[in-house]
């Protein structure tokens, strides 16, 4: 058993009671090829969330500041996380995501970059639109509905893989392709939020 199914067992064993995590539309996650998850960011919570009830491995793309330590960097590493620098563009991080798509993993992105103060789902960065034009992944949005508080339902909404064929045809600016893909999860997120 490798470290990372390992800490998924582990995880979900107490993510999955704790906030009565309920998982939809898994089966529209591809099985095989290179998929880009994008999803929107509440809490700190979303990663271990969202890797917990994937049906893959995720190689997430986290901020730097979580590599600063030897024991920290083993850690993310062991879990598939690559590192990203916020607030620039950086390129290793792209050459990192995009390699990972070409061996037809699954990459995660939390496209807003930074946590919604209200839960909202807020506008994407470019990043996501670079990956979702630059590779031939099938481009997955999941919504994550909290908040996250114990013994209270959590949802995680997978949607239907985005068609991208248009977009990269037209070659579309990094900034549209994100756009499209923030508009796909608050379409989910809107309709399966408990009003």
């Given at each position: 058993?490798?470290?990372?199914?390992?800490?998924?067992?582990?995880?979900?064993?107490?993510?999955?009671?704790?906030?009565r995590?309920e998982?939809?539309?898994?089966?529209?996650?591809?099985?095989?090829?290179?998929?880009?998850l994008?999803?929107?960011?509440?809490?700190?919570?979303d990663?271990?969330?969202?890797?917990?009830?994937?049906?893959?491995?995720?190689?997430?793309?986290?901020?730097?500041?979580?590599?600063?330590?030897?024991?920290?960097?083993?850690?993310?590493?062991?879990?598939?996380?690559?590192p990203?620098?916020?607030?620039?563009?950086?390129r290793?991080?792209?050459?990192?995501?995009?390699?990972?798509?070409?061996?037809?993993?699954?990459?995660?992105?939390?496209?807003e970059?930074?946590?919604?103060?209200?839960?909202?789902?807020?506008?994407?960065?470019?990043?996501?639109?670079?990956?979702?034009?630059?590779s031939?992944?099938?481009i997955?949005?999941?919504?994550?509905?909290?908040?996250?508080?114990?013994?209270k339902?959590?949802?995680?909404?997978?949607?239907?893989p985005?068609?991208f064929?248009?977009?990269?045809?037209?070659?579309?600016?990094?900034?549209?392709?994100?756009?499209?893909?923030?508009?796909e999860?608050?379409?989910?997120?809107?309709?399966?939020r408990?009003?």
């Amino acid at each position: 058993m490798t470290f990372y199914s390992f800490a998924k067992m582990v995880v979900k064993s107490i993510l999955k009671p704790l906030y009565r995590i309920e998982i939809k539309g898994v089966e529209n996650f591809p099985m095989e090829g290179p998929v880009l998850l994008c999803a929107n960011h509440i809490d700190n919570l979303d990663p271990p969330t969202v890797g917990v009830t994937a049906p893959r491995p995720i190689h997430f793309m986290a901020k730097a500041e979580l590599f600063k330590y030897k024991w920290s960097k083993k850690l993310m590493t062991n879990i598939n996380a690559f590192p990203v620098k916020r607030g620039m563009s950086d390129r290793e991080a792209l050459r990192t995501g995009l390699k990972y798509l070409k061996e037809g993993k699954v990459v995660g992105l939390f496209p807003e970059g930074k946590r919604s103060k209200n839960g909202e789902v807020g506008k994407g960065l470019a990043g996501a639109g670079f990956f979702a034009l630059r590779s031939n992944a099938q481009i997955v949005p999941c919504a994550i509905i909290g908040p996250y508080k114990p013994f209270k339902k959590l949802k995680v909404v997978y949607g239907k893989p985005i068609d991208f064929t248009e977009l990269r045809e037209n070659k579309v600016s990094a900034d549209i392709a994100t756009d499209v893909i923030m508009a796909e999860i608050k379409k989910l997120y809107d309709e399966n939020r408990v009003k």
